[in-house]
């Protein structure tokens, strides 16, 4: 018997299953920081299953995806350096061994040229590639 007719879940004995895949909601970078990429979720996942960084492809970056990890309905990429506020990032994802997958087991789809929304901000910097700071020790953003 189908949940209220949305395809939620199967009623087993009194109790809803849950069926569904996980849906990306988001995927955006610099809202965690410049050098990290967060895909939002629309439920908790599996913080036991962790992707690889092999998993995982940025396109848009001369950067590399340097860890995954898995914090509630987040997975957070964090790259290998900063990601610029000029650049147009895509990220591709393909499951394998440790796919992302909610707290019942359903795996979230694969990712194919899913756009990023870039919140970075660049800072002004001296000519040896030092970040110029206010008087209150903060970088001065562009």
Same mark, same amino acid.
Request: hydrophobic residues 45%; aromatic residues 6%; without cysteine.
């Given at each position: ?5 949305? &395809?939620? #879940? ?15 909601? !988001?995927?955006? +970078?610099?809202?965690? &920081? =410049? ?5 939002? @979720?629309?439920?908790?996942? =599996?913080?036991?299953? *962790?992707?690889?960084?092999? =998993? @995982?492809? +940025? !396109? ?11 914090? #509630?309905? $987040?997975? *957070? ?15 591709? @994802? ?5 796919? +992302? ?10 990712? +194919?040229?899913?756009e990023v929304t870039?919140?970075?901000?660049? @800072? ?5 590639g030092a $970040? *110029?700071?206010?008087?209150? &020790?903060?970088?001065?953003? *562009?």
């Amino acid at each position: 018997m189908l949940g209220l007719g949305l &395809g939620i #879940g199967v009623a087993r004995f009194g109790v809803m299953e849950d069926i569904i895949a996980p849906i990306l909601l !988001v995927a955006e +970078v610099g809202t965690v &920081g =410049d050098d990290t990429i967060t895909l939002l @979720y629309n439920e908790d996942l =599996d913080e036991l299953s *962790i992707p690889s960084v092999l =998993d @995982y492809s +940025v !396109v848009g970056t001369i950067l590399t995806v340097n860890s995954v990890g898995v914090d #509630g309905r $987040y997975i *957070i990429i964090e790259m290998t350096g900063n990601i610029t506020e000029i650049d147009a990032i895509t990220i591709f @994802y393909t499951a394998a061994a440790d796919p +992302v997958r909610d707290l019942s087991g359903n795996e979230a789809a694969n990712l +194919v040229a899913q756009e990023v929304t870039n919140n970075t901000q660049n @800072y002004l910097m001296d000519h040896d590639g030092a $970040y *110029i700071l206010d008087h209150d &020790g903060d970088k001065i953003p *562009i």
